[in-house]
């Protein structure tokens, strides 16, 4: 969609399904027009763009030669519209040049991505990550689906479940600017379009069925034009469960920095009133929960955070029960009605505009199909491992002497010959890695500093201290001596001698803390690496919960995550294991509401030989 002229492309793309083992040939090609700048329609911003497999485990093989195959490379990027060239390198000035940029081509880019044969299943995706532009271009409709099936596919998971695919991505629809229509102005992404978070009544629900219009609410806020949450494309689908037929909802929040808390609410029906349905989560960020935390994952709400996933167990038996397990049950003989909704959230202190203001929406109708014969139906317990958890490595140590001293030593078998033909490990000799002191832990400090009215500096601060990790609280003592750093002490991506930019031996787990130092909520995201929560601290009050919703009891779930809530104030505890042959390379971590990464909140991570 974003900078197309023309015929738009499908705002849902296929879903691209392949299997462990199997070699995923992707070929870009940049068709992107210039537009507009937010400074000046005389100087448009010239469209780079590339692609990054979020939360896929594979080599990032950065081609000497940019025209070369990559893999999970998001240093690269390719200029366009497309001249019919196949690929023709830039010149080092080019635009794209600059200490948080690579290689830059005109026309196509190659990538090559080999899924080991024990990679997790589950669901990722894909989507553009130049440093500047992923909001804008992401937000703009680019971005597309993957699943990892296992190796001898999934029979019994579509003999027995309706799959349905469901990807959230909201779109500003403006007037163009010029109203000629020749160009589309840079869309500025504010969070209170449709006004300031409200409890809503039922007649305002049916008032916002997939979209809401502008409130005058300030001169940030445009007065024109709508916003729309389509569901894979479709504004406000109907959704049928048929009689009996369980069905499971793998959702992405595809946005670029809306947050969505989803609750299912039953409108009609037998229901006297409306009230929420529990939605059982069977893997969060394409980890899969094991059996045990499946049959025990009824959430009235679920917050996902951008490039948060989720899989659902989604049974009309177990929705009108309001219970998760039963050994029978029957279902009325009427349908029952439904609706999908994102409740809103603010991510913030609004006294102190910080944070965003998400709307409320109805996202989609849900039918639940009734039984005019009123039979019984069998309740047995649904087995997570329907879904194949993965579990290709447990960073968590198990030895209770060991949890806070996490060995950095690299393993004596690298079993690099483990490599796909054609991606080399990466002996990078760019950096020397330093082990951490035994007993410490890396403490990554995500902050950002205030003006009068924007949140405007933000980067990533990475120190290291002794960890004391007690029952119900993280403590710091040897980084909050000083008190917090000052906004300009986080280094913003593409800075010098940035001390974020970390060097790692391979073979190492290490134990990270992540802090945000700010009044508003961060979604940690690290590329080319899964982690486990091993510990959460939040502040006081509501607003510390606020993006985590009901997942703070998901915390407990022994999961992998790609990418992780961090609420205002809070500091969350993560074992990352850096033991993969793929991940030998340079890559980055940064925050996933691409407005605050595009800002700066992003740095490297290097893994050396």
Same mark, same amino acid.
């Given at each position: 969609?974003?900078?197309?002229?023309?015929?738009?492309?499908?705002?849902?793309?296929?879903?691209?399904?392949?299997?462990?083992?199997?070699?995923?040939?992707?070929?870009?090609?940049?068709?992107?027009?210039?537009?507009?700048?937010?400074?000046?329609?005389?100087?448009?911003?010239?469209?780079?763009?590339? /692609?990054?497999?979020?939360?896929?485990?594979?080599? %990032?093989?950065?081609?000497? !030669?940019?025209?070369? %195959?990559?893999?999970?490379n998001i240093f690269v990027?390719?200029?366009?519209? =497309?001249?019919?060239? +196949?690929?023709? +390198?830039?010149?080092? !000035?080019?635009?794209?040049?600059?200490?948080?940029?690579?290689?830059?081509?005109?026309?196509?880019?190659?990538y090559r991505y080999p899924l080991p044969h024990d990679h997790p299943t589950g669901l990722f995706w894909m989507h553009p990550h130049r440093h500047g532009s992923s909001q804008t271009q992401v937000g703009g409709g680019m971005s597309m689906l993957l699943y990892v099936d296992p190796s001898q596919g999934q029979t019994r998971v579509q003999r027995r479940f309706d799959v349905k695919w469901l990807m959230l991505k909201d779109v500003h629809l403006l007037p163009p600017d010029p109203p000629s229509g020749v160009a589309t102005r840079n869309i500025k992404y504010e969070s209170d379009f449709c006004g300031r978070l409200a409890a809503l009544s039922e007649e305002e629900w049916r008032l916002r069925r997939g979209t809401c219009n502008p409130k005058d609410t300030d001169d940030r806020t445009p007065s024109t034009g709508t916003w729309a949450f389509p569901v894979s494309g479709v504004v406000y689908p109907t959704i049928t469960l048929r009689s009996g037929k369980p069905q499971i909802w793998r959702i992405t929040n595809a946005s670029a920095d809306a947050s969505y808390r989803l609750q299912l609410v039953v409108t009609s029906g037998s229901a006297a009133s409306p009230r929420p349905l529990r939605m059982r989560v069977l893997a969060l960020d394409g980890g899969t929960l094991d059996q045990d935390a499946a049959q025990h994952s009824g959430f009235d709400e679920l917050v996902l955070m951008p490039s948060a996933r989720a899989e659902l167990l989604i049974d009309p038996c177990e929705l009108e029960a309001g219970t998760i397990v039963r050994s029978h049950c029957v279902l009325p003989k009427s349908d029952v009605i439904a609706e999908l909704r994102t409740l809103g959230l603010d991510t913030g202190d609004q006294e102190r505009d910080a944070g965003d203001h998400w709307p409320a929406i109805a996202l989609a109708r849900v039918v639940l199909k009734g039984d005019? %014969?009123?039979?019984?139906?069998?309740? =047995?317990? &649904?087995?997570?491992?329907? /879904?194949?958890?993965?579990?290709?490595?447990?960073?968590?140590?198990? !030895?209770?002497?060991?949890?806070?001293?996490?060995?950095?030593?690299?393993?004596?078998? %690298?079993?690099?010959?483990?490599?796909?033909?054609?991606?080399?490990?990466?002996?990078?000799?760019?950096?020397? +890695?330093?082990?951490?002191?035994?007993?410490?832990?890396?403490v990554i400090r995500f902050g950002n500093g205030l003006s009068k009215t924007y949140w405007t500096h933000?980067?990533?601060?990475?120190?290291?201290?002794?960890?004391?990790?007690?029952?119900?609280?993280?403590?710091?003592?040897? &980084?909050?001596? !000083?008190?917090? +750093?000052?906004?300009?002490?986080?280094?913003?991506?593409?800075?010098?001698?940035?001390?974020?930019?970390?060097?790692?031996?391979?073979? =190492?787990?290490?134990?990270?803390?992540?802090?945000?130092?700010?009044?508003?909520?961060?979604?940690?995201? &690290?590329?080319?690496?899964?982690?486990?929560?091993?510990?959460?601290?939040?502040?006081?009050?509501?607003?510390?919960?606020?993006?985590?919703?009901?997942?703070?009891?998901?915390?407990?779930?022994?999961?992998?995550?790609?990418?992780?809530?961090?609420?205002?104030?809070?500091?969350?505890?993560?074992?990352?294991?850096?033991t993969r042959p793929q991940q030998i390379g340079k890559f980055v971590y940064h925050c996933h509401i691409l407005g605050h990464e595009d800002k700066g909140m992003m740095a490297t991570v290097e893994v050396v030989l």
């Open positions: 969609l974003y900078g197309v002229n023309g015929t738009a492309p499908s705002v849902f793309p296929p879903v691209v399904v392949a299997k462990q083992g199997q070699t995923l040939k992707v070929r870009l090609i940049n068709d992107l027009q210039s537009v507009p700048s937010s400074a000046s329609q005389e100087h448009p911003e010239v469209p780079f763009t590339n /692609l990054h497999s979020h939360g896929v485990l594979v080599p %990032t093989a950065a081609a000497t !030669d940019p025209c070369a %195959t990559h893999g999970d990027a390719s200029n366009g519209p =497309s001249t019919g060239e +196949p690929c023709k +390198p830039l010149p080092a !000035d080019s635009q794209h040049s600059g200490p948080e940029h690579g290689p830059a081509v005109l026309g196509q880019l190659q005019r %014969t009123q039979r019984a139906r069998s309740m =047995s317990p &649904i087995r997570a491992r329907a /879904l194949q958890p993965d579990r290709p490595y447990s960073p968590t140590p198990t !030895d209770e002497s060991e949890q806070n001293t996490i060995s950095q030593s690299p393993r004596t078998e %690298t079993r690099l010959h483990t490599m796909q033909p054609g991606h080399e490990a990466q002996s990078a000799t760019t950096c020397s +890695p330093v082990p951490l002191p035994a007993g410490h832990v890396r933000f980067g990533l601060l990475a120190t290291s201290s002794r960890l004391e990790l007690g029952e119900n609280s993280v403590k710091l003592p040897d &980084i909050d001596k !000083d008190g917090i +750093p000052k906004a300009g002490d986080y280094p913003s991506f593409g800075a010098p001698d940035n001390p974020s930019n970390l060097c790692i031996r391979y073979g =190492s787990v290490e134990r990270w803390v992540l802090v945000n130092d700010t009044d508003e909520c961060h979604n940690f995201h &690290i590329h080319q690496a899964h982690f486990r929560v091993s510990g959460i601290a939040l502040v006081e009050g509501e607003k510390a919960n606020a993006c985590l919703g009901d997942r703070k009891a998901a915390k407990q779930f022994k999961t992998l995550h790609d990418n992780y809530p961090l609420p205002p104030g809070s500091r969350v505890v993560v074992d990352i294991p850096f």
